[in-house]
């Protein structure tokens, strides 16, 4: 199937712990995302990757750092976790050139809860 | 900066009713235009989208959507709603400068009552 897969979809963790976060997109897309949900549903983007290269950073703390070891793969990692980490964690994807005309895939989300 | 505002957290309609999800947007250049849907657990589902041409945008699973560029508006509307359609719908606007980027409203709760 041709998707944006994330893993895992579940992820509970204590406080100061690290973890990631996979997504992998098969779509042939150029750009990849991720976007936080918080608690109250409001979703918003963290990072932009266009070929491998970091596009967009919105104001994410450096505990949190991003790696696309090629343009099918973003991945997402989480330093020193705090509880208000917790979220769902989206990623997606795009083409850059249509990005806007062609609408964005996003993957089924990873619930991160910090305990 | 882009904005959107969905004006109503929740909405309940009756099965069968139409339906009209408000979007308001705030973007000094041509905007372009998505609702999601987000069904609870689940990622989100693209509905529709607009960036150029007919106003009126019809999307999957009998929605619609029109732009009216002199109210920044692009209101999803549906002219009989199933119970399989209670669901969270996110307007979006996409965002061209520095990179591309959806700025997204705040959602709205579709609650169906049979």
């Known amino acids: 199937d041709t998707a944006v897969s994330q893993t895992p979809k579940y992820l509970v963790t204590q406080m100061g712990n690290d973890k990631s976060i996979k997504c992998e997109q098969n779509?042939?897309?150029?750009?990849m995302y991720w976007y936080k949900q918080d608690s109250k549903k409001f979703l918003k983007i963290m990072f932009s990757?266009?070929?491998?290269?970091?596009?967009i950073n919105e104001t994410v703390p450096n505990r949190f750092s991003p790696k696309s070891p090629d343009k099918a793969h973003l991945n997402l990692h989480i330093n020193s976790l705090e509880l208000g980490d917790s979220a769902v964690y989206f990623c997606a994807s795009s083409h850059t050139s249509t990005g806007q005309a062609g609408g964005y895939t996003f993957g089924s989300g990873t619930r991160l809860t910090v305990v | 900066a882009q904005s959107v505002t969905q004006p109503d957290i929740h909405i309940t309609v009756s099965e069968g009713a139409s339906l009209e999800l408000r979007c308001n947007y705030s973007?000094?250049?041509?905007?372009?235009l998505f609702w999601y849907v987000q069904s609870p657990g689940q990622g989100l589902q693209l509905l529709l989208k607009y960036f150029s041409g007919d106003t009126l945008v019809q999307g999957i699973k009998g929605f619609e959507a029109e732009f009216k560029r002199s109210q920044s508006s692009f209101n999803l509307r549906k002219p009989s709603v199933h119970w399989s359609d209670a669901a969270e719908y996110f307007c979006a606007v996409g965002v061209v400068e520095y990179g591309n980027k959806l700025v997204f409203g705040a959602g709205t709760i579709l609650r169906v009552k049979s």
């Open positions: 990757y266009n070929n491998k290269e970091l596009i």
């Open positions: 779509l042939g897309h150029d750009t």
């Open positions: 973007y000094g250049a041509t905007p372009y």
